[in-house]
């Protein structure tokens, strides 16, 4: 069964500190790799994705996540994070099965910034 | 454009009561899948609709269940509820069999007393 597995569930840090988020999930075959972002009080946004390609993809804000197939792996990054990034991340895996596919998210990480 | 639409945004019903919920999906998609999201967890796959039709399920009872519309709108039905269905329903719409970026709604919370 398809699994994802977000390591650390509350994250604080000070402004401009670079920031990690580990994300490991379970299926042998094609994924697609999400990340989504819920800032307090609003809805599911995606941050970013990888499909296929450069293992590296940029998403909105500054974010950045390194896709490591051979470590089943997507973590996210961003260098030098704002106070405005408190929210909660979850990282979610597409997998294709049998043509019909369905998000499996991780449990989130909880990030809070201090200025 | 309008993203993902859903109503209503909050819910309080009593145990043993039948609830349904709707999803209007972002302009474009054709596909709407439905997640449960209970405090302090990520979203859980319930369903997913597709060509009015329930493509694929996720470990739910038979209590859950939906409908799509021609117009891809989707409504989530669940009898019979219970105090562990307390949660945010969060609706997801996508083209093409979710084969690409879901885009969520804001979600309905459900308060089961």
């Known amino acids: 069964a398809q699994s994802v597995s977000q390591h650390n569930h509350h994250v604080i840090l000070s402004e401009a500190a670079s920031l990690e988020l580990g994300c490991n999930y379970s299926?042998?075959?094609?994924?697609?790799l999400f990340w989504y972002v819920q800032y307090p009080g609003q809805h599911l946004q995606l941050l970013l994705k990888?499909?296929?390609?450069?293992?590296l993809v940029k998403g909105i804000k500054g974010f950045e996540a390194e896709f490591i197939k051979s470590k089943f792996s997507f973590n996210l990054r961003k260098p030098s994070v704002q106070w405005s990034d408190t929210a909660e991340y979850f990282c979610?895996?597409?997998?294709?099965?049998?043509?019909?596919?369905?998000?499996?998210f991780g449990a989130g990480t909880r990030l809070a910034v201090h200025p | 454009d309008a993203g993902v639409t859903q109503s209503p945004t909050h819910l309080i019903k009593t145990r043993g009561q039948q609830v349904t919920l709707r999803c209007s999906p972002k302009?474009?998609?054709?596909?709407v899948s439905w997640y449960q999201q209970a405090l302090g967890q990520g979203p859980q796959f319930i369903f997913q609709?597709?060509?009015?039709?329930?493509?694929q399920r996720g470990n739910f009872p038979d209590r859950f269940s939906g409908h799509q519309f021609p117009n891809y709108s989707s409504e989530l039905n669940v009898n019979a509820l219970l105090l562990g269905d307390s949660a945010l329903y969060l609706c997801a719409s996508s083209w093409g069999e979710a084969r690409y970026e879901q885009y969520f709604g804001p979600g309905t919370r459900l308060t089961v007393t």
């Open positions: 990888y499909f296929s390609g450069d293992p």
């Open positions: 302009s474009g998609h054709d596909t």
């Open positions: 299926y042998g075959g094609t994924v697609n």
């Open positions: 979610a895996v597409n997998g294709f099965s049998g043509g019909y596919n369905k998000l499996i």
């Open positions: 609709y597709y060509e009015e039709e329930e493509r």
